[in-house]
């Protein structure tokens, strides 16, 4: 599966050894999901290039108004995280269904969102945050999680010449509420049938500045539900409201059948589970103080 | 009072396993071991026209390739039920090594062992198969239709394995006329895996004429008489072993696992190394024995007080490809409808029927989980009909102790009546039957009941051995599988004798020094090797007895052994001693058990269930299960409470979301851990085992068994729950969302229609 | 490769040379003969292969063996000490939490760590934290009361 390993420390040697390996290497986060496919798909990697022992990669920390994620941060450390837990609470709550503990101390959240899964728990959580990949390589550049998937199972960063090295995400101002729920077949080790993560910003007199509604299990990668989210700018936030936008949800997403779960069955799940994040972020909102 | 019997003595296998020095087939390493890796089909049902290895054998480090061209052309049965069977059954004699047919996706084409796993996989990538597909059967009555394809057409004219079992008693169409309320439906049952977590392997070396194979096969002599028969060796040759551990088995590998042991003896020969095979989590997933799948047809009526007096059913259970133990689960499933309740008139039908999926075969409760969901389907149906509480209904109609029931054997124990009782009492019936209300969550209480057989018919046969030291050896043929029956077996035989338990070690697993024993299945182990290890104790302790009082020249009768000591004579006796002057001067101590009539008894079990439906989401939450079990007597509480607790969260995993899907090529969907959803550790409910103790007069120290009854009637009590929560009574299962939300729409349509009147049998 | 490197295992440095494409639990296995840890799936989806990696129980089965350099490394056959079985093993035997035991070390070894960071778990904290652990023997009951147990004797211990 593999020939070399590396584990270089900083992030200038990881894209060194990329580089000299001519695309024939690959980053490796907690390697749960690439070490599946390279089995499965029997292909060999000349050289795995860890980012286990890159220390500021590992890092959650404050930098002026955003938080930021290092790319080697696992998705256990995102989930105890008191700085993930206080301003961006769907994430953690979205990292703690991550498979089952073994996985989370093991997997990156970027490693994660790279790998593309069109329901993977993390990357609808930050696609709800406003997060951007922060990328190295040949071409450095940020780009939103919304545009992190290139297609089915595709991710739109070339993990054989670049890597994530931290993901950021605006903090949120103001009176802000944000929840992650999901609906699976068993409380753990279980691909969603349904996942969702939804965020209210509320103004001082109670109207909402800003929303995001972000699905999973629709489509071949997270979408925001942007119709939702104009439905709800600007209005005064109540619980009729939401209740409202929620009801008219199955309208404006498309999923497929699928083992799991038909189409149908996905579509009557939506309204109930919007309801129950946009109902949890609205609470959360209310409670605090402008 | 007894000292062993009925105590919670620690499991004597426990200290191995919790510090990781326990040996597993796995971990067996024999020098000189080449690794193997098996072709499989991707059709469901094809003829191989051509076949060529050559780029396989010519691969540096393999040392063998196995193909039908090769290997024995003799058919068998991979399960031991080739060796043991009961009487007047046939075994499906349907399996080659390989075969120039290949009748489902996974089916073995061509083995290589090799000097590494990775060599013999790029072995197996360059064997060149052309096939020829054939049309593949997916649905069992599909199988049964007149111009269907023939599965096994080189054998045999239809698509039965065996044969039909039927049942009949009094006269089924007279009685259904005289019924004053009836009830019939179709009920769907899904494919479940036992997914245990060693998967299936096995080692086999064969040098100097003899054959050793190391394997977790639940039955180490039906293995080896496996293997004599297709090898033509005789079976004293033949040595089968469990290391001696298994990691669990749930009656996957009663006899071969995944025909690892049969493919892993010939690449032995072949090659002349010892060679082992472990087959992948997505192998044992796809290829090895499933739960049998299929619909059974239930008619049940009675009169106006409630007495059942008319039953009638048939089913159709899917065995895919081979038959393995194909007639014996559909008898077993007719036997265990038949013989929970009264019943005048019964008329029983079943059959397996092979189609192109993978086979199914022994999944602990073997047939009788099917049954109970079927029959309490029906029972549930009728007390609604007639007004009556379903517990009342299930104590009216109950089997009672020599009641005339179809079976071959005596009902000659039961408190049944106890554990209906106990589970009821327990879920809080009468606070909470009827209560679901009209909201998003809806609560609801159900009831199933059941029983089952320790053994069949089967006799057992151990030998027990005074050791120079005055331990006591125990020789038996079973295996211990995980249940910790072993242990039990250890106080029985302490408790017969008379020694210290400490000084019983008892020997298992191994054809050689061991008499033929059909193996650990069925729930035969504690009753049946119990009563013939109490047997061989009993005559061990008149021998020594004996010999103690022609040495200290008084009588007999006036000694006893107590804590490993002969007592009461003149003088005390070290058993070690005693031994020792006997093996030089006068005699050896050793005696048999072994049956002297072949004995059923049976367990019976009551499982209550709460359950909550969230009508959104459909989602089923278990919030507990009783489970009321009457064992006999326990001869050990907690081995028996840990056999009921796991029986009941498989049983959950059943009723709620298990099951194998197949797509229309004959594909397994459910490849691993993560796609099969049995209950994982969150999701467990409370669980209350309940012990209730009939005391079974022909058991070993009154106990029975309780190894597959543990998820007998949880599906069925689940079913119910669902329906006093919802008032919907599904049909099929494993009650998934996507079932129950379907199902909950329909019903709004047949809960309006039944407010206007009608009997409505809800589908 | 060919190249030697150094694991450190249950307190003991073991020097290995190794091919590429190892994972730690076939190393663990086949090199150091520490059989405890089993291969129940090879995919990480069984727990059967926990170890505890650094303080964090991992499914070893899927950690590439050069990843694991440098780590402190526990298995199963590490948790004992000369004072005899760890209070987890005790009670693990005591409760009835093992049956065909092919789980047991996986599981002891997330029971270990959950207490390792939990001195006195919730039921819902022991099964989240065992969540990645199957069995199909036991249906988990007596596998909770003995992490329970082992808890309250290690409080105990202080």
Not at chain 2, 378 to 402: G, T
Not at chain 2, 408 to 414: A, D, K, Q
Not at chain 2, 731 to 751: H, K
Request: glycine share 10%; aromatic share 6%.
């Amino acid at each position: 599966m593999w020939n070399e390993f590396e584990s270089p420390q900083s992030v200038q040697d990881a894209l060194v050894i990329l580089e000299k390996h001519g695309g024939n290497a690959r980053v490796m986060g907690g390697g749960t999901d690439l070490l599946m496919q390279l089995k499965s798909k029997r292909q060999t990697v000349e050289c795995l290039v860890s980012t286990g022992k890159i220390a500021s990669m590992k890092e959650i920390r404050l930098e002026g108004e955003k938080l930021v994620i290092g790319g080697a941060a696992c998705a256990m450390q995102v989930q105890k995280d008191p700085l993930v837990r206080q301003y961006v609470p769907m994430l953690a709550q979205a990292c703690a269904k991550l498979g089952a503990p073994q996985i989370r101390n093991a997997a990156t959240l970027a490693g994660n969102v790279v790998t593309a899964k069109p329901a993977a728990d993390s990357a609808v959580a930050l696609t709800a945050s406003d997060a951007v990949l922060e990328i190295l390589g040949p071409t450095p550049r940020s780009i939103p999680l919304i545009d992190a998937y290139a297609g089915l199972m595709q991710s739109a960063v070339d993990s054989t010449k670049e890597m994530v090295v931290a993901i950021e995400i605006p903090l949120p101002t103001g009176r802000y509420g944000s929840h992650f729920a999901r609906i699976a077949s068993r409380r753990a080790a279980a691909l969603p049938i349904l996942n969702a993560a939804a965020a209210l910003c509320l103004d001082d007199d109670g109207n909402i500045t800003k929303s995001r509604v972000v699905v999973g299990g629709v489509g071949p990668s997270p979408q925001r539900l942007y119709t939702l989210e104009d439905m709800l700018q600007g209005q005064r936030g109540t619980i009729d409201l939401i209740e409202q936008v929620c009801g008219a949800s199955p309208d404006h997403v498309h999923p497929r059948d699928s083992i799991r779960s038909s189409a149908a069955a996905r579509k009557g799940l939506l309204p109930g589970l919007l309801k129950k994040c946009l109902l949890s972020s609205f609470e959360m909102a209310t409670k605090k103080e402008g | 009072m007894k000292r062993y019997i009925s105590k919670n003595q620690k499991r004597s296998d426990a200290l191995s396993k919790v510090t990781g020095e326990a040996t597993y087939t796995h971990d067996i390493v024999v020098p000189g071991m080449l690794f193997a890796k098996v072709l499989r089909s991707p059709h469901a049902h094809a003829r191989i026209r051509k076949l060529d290895v050559s780029k396989a054998a010519a691969l540096p480090g393999v040392k063998a390739v196995a193909t039908w061209e090769n290997t024995p052309r003799k058919l068998f049965n991979s399960t031991g039920m080739m060796a043991f069977l009961y009487p007047g059954a046939k075994p499906a004699m349907d399996e080659y090594i390989f075969d120039q047919m290949v009748r489902h996706v996974g089916d073995e084409v061509a083995a290589v062992a090799a000097t590494s796993e990775e060599i013999a996989a790029e072995a197996i990538r360059l064997i060149e198969v052309e096939y020829e597909p054939l049309p593949a059967l997916l649905d069992p009555l599909d199988a049964l239709e007149e111009d269907a394809i023939l599965i096994h057409g080189d054998i045999q004219d239809n698509n039965i394995a065996s044969g039909t079992h039927t049942i009949r008693q009094g006269d089924f169409e007279k009685g259904w006329a005289e019924c004053d309320v009836t009830y019939e439906a179709r009920v769907k049952l899904p494919i479940q895996k036992q997914a245990q977590l060693e998967t299936h392997a096995a080692v086999a070396e064969y040098r100097n004429g003899e054959l050793t194979v190391w394997s977790p096969t639940q039955s180490v002599h039906g293995t080896k008489y496996i293997l004599a028969h297709i090898f033509d060796m005789s079976a004293g040759n033949i040595r089968v072993m469990n290391p001696p551990y298994v990691g669990g088995a749930f009656g996957v590998r009663v006899g071969f696992g995944g025909k690892a042991e049969g493919i892993v003896s010939c690449l032995s020969m072949l090659s002349g190394y010892p060679v082992k095979l472990v087959l992948t989590r997505e192998e044992d997933f796809t290829v090895s024995d499933t739960r049998h799948s299929g619909y059974v047809d239930i008619k049940l009526g009675a009169k106006a007080d409630g007495r059942f007096h008319a039953f009638g059913m048939n089913a159709y259970l899917n065995t895919g490809a081979y038959g393995t133990h194909g007639i014996e689960v559909a008898a077993c499933l007719g036997n265990m409808a038949t013989s929970t309740y009264r019943v005048p008139n019964i008329f029983f039908e079943g059959a397996s029927i092979y189609t192109n999926i993978v086979p199914a075969g022994a999944f602990r409760g073997f047939g009788n989980p099917q049954a109970v969901f079927a029959v309490e389907t029906a029972v549930d149906a009728l007390a609604k009909k007639l007004d009556i509480d379903p517990v009342e209904l299930r104590l009216k109609n109950r089997i009672r102790v020599n009641d005339e029931w179809p079976l071959s054997y005596p009902c000659s124990s039961t408190a049944l009546d106890e554990c209906i009782k106990q589970a009821a009492a327990k879920i809080g019936w009468s606070e909470k039957r009827g209560r679901a209300g009209q909201g998003r969550f809806r609560r609801g209480v159900g009831l199933g009941a059941g029983t089952h057989f320790c053994g069949y018919d089967e006799l057992a046969h151990v030998s027990l051995e005074l050791e120079t030291d005055g331990s006591l050896s125990v020789f038996t043929g079973n295996s211990e599988i995980g249940t910790g029956h072993i242990t039990s077996l250890q106080q029985i035989t302490a408790e017969s004798f008379g020694c210290e338990i400490e000084q019983v070690n008892i020997k298992y697993g191994d054809t050689r020094g061991t008499p033929y024993d059909v193996g650990c299945h069925s729930t035969r182990s504690v009753f049946a090797i119990g009563n013939a290890i109490s047997m061989a104790a009993g005559e061990l302790k008149e021998q020594v007895l004996q010999y103690a009082a022609g040495a200290m020249g008084c009588s007999a009768e006036a000694l006893s052994i107590e804590s490993g000591r002969v007592r009461g004579g003149p003088e005390e006796m070290d058993l070690g001693q005693l031994a020792r002057d006997g093996h030089i001067h006068k005699t050896h101590f050793s005696a048999e058990g072994k049956s002297k009539e072949a004995v059923t008894v049976t367990p019976w079990e009551a499982h209550a269930a709460e359950v909550e439906v969230d009508t959104l989401t459909g989602m089923v939450k278990v919030l507990k299960v009783v489970a009321a079990h009457d064992v006999g007597v326990a001869i050990n509480p907690q081995l028996v409470e840990g056999q009921i607790e796991g029986g009941v969260v498989i049983g959950i995993g059943y009723a709620t979301r298990e099951e194998m899907s197949i797509n229309e090529k004959g594909e397994v969907y459910n490849s691993s851990y993560h796609t099969y959803m049995l209950p994982t550790f969150a999701d467990t409910p409370e669980i209350e085992p309940v012990i209730v103790e009939s005391y079974e007069p022909r058991g070993p120290y009154g106990a029975k068994g309780v190894g597959e009854c543990g998820l007998v009637p949880t599906a069925a009590a689940i079913a119910a729950a669902v329906e006093d929560a919802t008032g919907v009574r599904f049909l099929e299962i494993p009650l998934t969302p996507q079932r129950v939300l379907d199902g909950l729409q329909a019903a709004c349509v047949t809960c309006q229609a039944e407010k206007e009147g009608g009997t409505i049998d809800v589908e | 490769m060919g190249e030697q490197y150094v694991l450190k295992v249950n307190g003991k440095e073991y020097a290995l040379r190794t091919g590429g494409g190892q994972m730690l639990a076939d190393v663990l296995r086949d090199e150091l003969h520490l059989i405890g840890t089993k291969k129940g799936c090879c995919q990480g989806e069984c727990g059967a292969c926990t170890v505890i990696l650094d303080g964090k129980a991992v499914n070893s089965c899927m950690i590439p063996v050069a990843k694991a350099v440098g780590a402190d490394i526990l298995t199963i056959e590490g948790l004992q000490t000369e004072d005899g079985l760890h209070p987890l093993q005790k009670a693990f035997i005591e409760e009835g939490a093992v049956q065909c035991g092919f789980c047991t070390p996986g599981m002891i070894m997330s029971a270990k760590a959950l207490l390792d960071e939990e001195a006195n778990p919730t039921s819902a904290q022991i099964q989240e934290a065992l969540s990645g652990n199957i069995c199909r023997c036991t249906g988990y009951v007596k596998i909770e009361k003995a992490v329970q147990k082992a808890s309250e004797e290690l409080r105990k211990e202080g």
